[in-house]
């Protein structure tokens, strides 16, 4: 409770003083803090945030442009259609360090070099977001998070587009992407399939905190570099690594290995209904969302939608939409070839593969008994 009320009457006291924007000292700072990554998956990638130093005023405070709110009604039906609001918040420099050191997570500080009146031009930016209907940004996974939109903001006030990807851009989203979930596999598995092509396109983007973090060590201003100082605040460890057997593809290979070794018609039935029911999301929620990233998702040619209405006919009915998902399925995985992806799918397709042609199989041995 006391540290409640502390945080409270920091927080009122910040507001007067933001409220008044105070001129900045010569000796005021502004840096970029670029924290490590976590367990949850929304910290499967880190953070971005800004801290303003300033002793002369008694300031130092941490712009965090990553904030949202889990109570806020249908949280995850607007995270999913793409318009869930995230919002700018500000906190004491004590508060926000104390959050990562508990959590064990790195954090690193770029302190940039940039004249007073620039330092007092970002601040006075930040303070307007704060305070205003800027407050509030819908969130896009690649094109607007917490570290574009402390790129834009320093590009702004610089006056030029200075920060720029240093990193490869010629390897995929998908693949920049992959790394991070390495010892998260079902993270791993949902992300690639309900991600559809886009992610697939080259990453030019500047998006990921430790991409902004490579860039401002190479970033120069009028010659110099535009980092001054860069030191580890929060040492933090690496992610436990280790391997699980239920957490490997090699689980799932198992499990759909005992699906087709059963050869139940129930089973491989339920089986077919369920992934069908799946690429059936997967084509709505391409349409529903303003994610970008959820459109054109080819991952449909393999959880195929038409699984759905299999179980349901005969005849050349059956035989026909065997064949149609087949062809779809060798269309796959003409597509997946190259993919960062295709290990992981290799288990579904074989699967999809081996329970298709068996269904052909039977039908050519007694096309009037299959429904």
């Known amino acids: 409770m006391k540290k409640l009320l502390l945080s409270l009457l920091f927080l009122f006291f910040q507001f007067l003083s933001f409220a008044q924007n105070p001129p900045l000292s010569e000796n005021a700072s502004v840096s970029i803090f670029t924290c490590g990554r976590g367990n949850e998956l929304y910290t499967t990638f880190g953070h971005t945030a800004i801290r303003i130093k300033d002793d002369a005023n008694n300031l130092d405070v941490v712009y965090n442009y990553g904030a949202f709110d889990f109570r806020a009604p249908n949280f995850y039906l607007k995270f999913v259609k793409g318009d869930l609001q995230y919002f700018i918040n500000a906190t004491s420099y004590e508060d926000f360090i104390v959050e990562y050191y508990n959590e064990n997570r790195e954090v690193v500080e770029q ?11 970002l601040f006075e930016k930040l303070n307007a977001s704060l305070f205003s209907e800027e407050r509030n940004y819908t969130y896009k996974f690649i094109d607007k998070n917490c570290t574009t939109m402390v790129v834009d903001k320093v590009n702004e006030t610089i006056g030029t587009d200075l920060i ?12 920049l992407l992959y790394p991070f979930f390495e010892n998260h596999f079902y993270y791993k598995l949902g992300i690639n399939i309900i991600f559809g092509a886009k992610t697939d396109s080259k990453a030019e983007q500047l998006f990921l905190p430790v991409e902004l973090m490579h860039s401002l060590d190479k970033a120069v201003v009028n010659g110099k570099p535009l980092i001054t100082k860069k030191e580890v605040i929060v040492k933090g460890s690496p992610l436990e690594s ?11 290979a198992l499990l759909l290995l005992i699906i087709v070794a059963i050869n139940k018609r ?8 369920i992934i069908g029911l799946l690429g059936l999301f997967f084509c709505l929620v391409g349409l529903y969302s303003l994610h ?7 991952n449909a040619l393999l959880f195929n939608p038409l699984f759905l209405i299999l179980p349901f006919l005969s005849g050349k009915w059956f035989k026909n939409l065997l064949l149609v998902s087949t062809v779809m399925l060798l269309i796959y995985f003409g ?6 992806h295709f290990v992981l799918m290799l288990p579904f397709m074989f699967a999809h593969g081996f329970i298709l042609l068996r269904f052909l199989r039977e039908y050519k041995k007694a096309p009037n008994l299959i429904n």
């Not at 597509?335 to 960062?340: H, L, Q, S, T, Y």
């Open 266 to 273: 129930v089973v491989t039935f339920t089986y077919i209904f």
């Open 242 to 252: 280790g391997f699980s057997f239920m957490n490997s593809i090699y689980f799932i």
């Open 335 to 340: 597509v997946m070839i190259g993919k960062p």
């Open 164 to 175: 720029k990807k240093v990193d490869d851009t010629t390897i995929s989203y998908r693949a």
């Open 292 to 298: 970008e990233e959820l459109l054109w998702n080819y």
């Open 111 to 121: 302190t940039l070099n940039l004249p007073r009146i620039k330092k007092q031009e």
